[in-house]
């Protein structure tokens, strides 16, 4: 036995080693690569549908949300990878390859774009005909299949998180890992700044189609190398799943039936669910249009509007630090939940107050608040997300909670462009069109601590344990 080894007396076994601080960041790269992915689609495609090429926001929102709106795929994806393990791994195969088909997606994604373009030119401007239909539903399609290989991935590396983590590290884990996912929004920023920097306003649509089809190479090329260095060997070394669950050697013990029995055996699990449903939509409504609005309020040109990211991600990033470390230990996750709502409601007044000032600096700064904002309140809710996840189906709740999650940032895309749209033809300015968006961004945060206040994680946890023995007596039977 190797001196590194330790010998673990309960399961007559080599005790697996704790997950080291480097790992942690190892494994952020992940997160990281997300982030900065979807600085590709909401940062960079949002701006150049709706302003550079002219396409009905409501439309951008719709094809931008669905990926979002495939994420009940998220708690299958979780059972599978509970269940099935893939290569060998329940986890490791499914983000790698999940990896894999989301970056060659995100760059079909701006192939089908152009064409819908060219298709709307040659119509004479934006009309459904034959051609426009056609390229519309294929984009969609594309970005449905994005949205799978999203699910798939993320589930699973979430899950991962879980299996190879313990009560006590946990935080840590968590901490280190969402960190990085706020560097990649910053790093993607840059990026996608550096890439499109040569643009100008009023810049052809040859040169625009050369800048962007680049940037969509070069960064989802990184991001499935981060997915594949982030993970490698980690679930090997680290993996305690085989040794918490009950169900790892009975792997059709808890079908997708059984999980969803589950996941609905307490009605914590609705008010849990209702809330992270209600906080996210409020939480990324502004999402489609703040490049937009920083291009036709503040006329930015869209490096500088795609660089804003860099103010969000940074007052995020260092939220996460202070809440993490000082907010949550001293007020508690349900307080700092609470509060992270307020103040989100209050930074988002804020952002469409600054319209009116016409003033980049002020627009500027209203993202970090946001950003810090944000921050109090993810940190809450994802350590509450992980309180409520059981070891025996880990990769199905991360399934449930993500679909929460990642359903409600989709409804939150098409909420922001529709709400924008009606703004314009209803409101005689734009700067009040977009602080429309903002203000119900505020109301709904409010609206989701009603929710927060009737969450109880003993009584969550309580039924789910029961309905989880309930599952495996009746197999048994």
């Keep these: 036995m190797a001196s590194s080894e330790a010998f673990d007396s309960r ?7 704790r997950v080291n601080l480097l790992t942690m960041f190892r494994l952020g790269l992940f997160q990281m690569g997300l982030s900065m992915m979807s600085i590709l689609t909401l ?80 119509a004479g401007g934006w009309v459904w005909t034959t051609q426009t239909l056609g390229w519309t539903a294929l984009l969609c399609l594309v970005f449905a299949v994005y949205g799978l290989a999203i699910c798939a991935s993320g589930t699973a590396f979430a899950a991962l998180l879980v299996d190879i983590s313990e009560e006590d590290n946990r935080s840590k884990v968590v901490g280190v890992v969402w960190s990085m996912l706020m560097v990649g929004i910053i790093v993607g920023a840059i990026i996608s700044s550096s890439l499109l920097k040569q643009l100008t306003p009023g810049a052809s649509i040859a040169t625009l189609q050369a800048a962007v089809n680049k940037l969509f190479m070069v ?28 169900v790892v050697n009975r792997e059709d013990s808890i079908s997708l039936r059984n999980a969803w029995e589950i996941l609905t055996a307490s009605r914590q699990t609705g008010l849990f669910f209702t809330f992270l449903l209600v906080m996210t939509i409020s939480l990324f409504m502004q999402d489609p249009i703040v490049e937009p609005y920083a291009g036709q309020v503040f006329n930015m040109p869209l490096a500088e509007s795609t660089k804003l990211n860099v103010f969000y991600g940074t007052g995020i990033l260092i939220s996460y630090g202070v809440t993490g470390f000082v907010i949550v230990p001293r007020l508690g996750k349900r307080r700092t939940a609470k509060l992270g709502c307020i103040l989100v409601a209050c930074a988002s007044l804020l952002l469409g107050f600054s319209g009116f000032s016409a003033n980049p600096a002020f627009l500027k700064f209203g993202l970090v608040l946001f950003g810090l904002a944000t921050g109090f309140v993810t940190t809450a809710a994802i350590s509450l997300m992980l309180d409520l996840t059981a070891a025996e189906a880990a990769g199905t709740f991360i399934g449930a909670w993500g679909l929460a999650q990642a359903i409600s940032r989709g409804i939150a895309v098409v909420i922001g462009g529709t709400v924008l749209d009606i703004g314009r033809n209803l409101l005689p300015s734009l700067e009040l069109a977009y602080g429309l968006v903002f203000v119900l961004e505020a109301i709904g945060m409010l609206v989701s601590i009603w929710f927060l206040n009737r969450v109880n994680v003993t009584e969550f946890q309580t039924s789910t344990k029961q309905a989880i023995a309930s599952v495996l007596e009746s197999d048994l039977d």
Excluded at 80 to 94: F, N, V
Excluded at 225 to 234: E, Y
Aim: hydrophobic share 55%; proline share 5%; with cysteine.
């Design 11 to 17: 399961t007559n076994s080599v005790a697996v080693p």
């Design 43 to 122: 940062g960079v495609l949002n701006r150049v549908m709706i302003q550079e090429i002219a396409i009905p926001a409501t439309l951008v929102s719709l094809v931008l949300a669905l990926p979002a709106f495939v994420s009940p795929s998220r708690i299958w994806f979780g059972q599978i990878s509970d269940a099935k393990p893939m290569w060998g791994y329940h986890r490791t195969a499914y983000v790698w390859v999940g990896a894999a088909v989301f970056a060659i997606a995100a760059f079909l994604s701006v192939q089908v774009m152009w064409q819908l373009d060219f298709a709307a030119e040659a």
């Design 219 to 246: 960064v989802p090329a990184i991001v499935f190398c981060f997915a594949i260095a982030a993970t490698l060997g980690v679930e090997k070394k680290y993996s305690l799943y085989s040794r918490r669950s009950q």
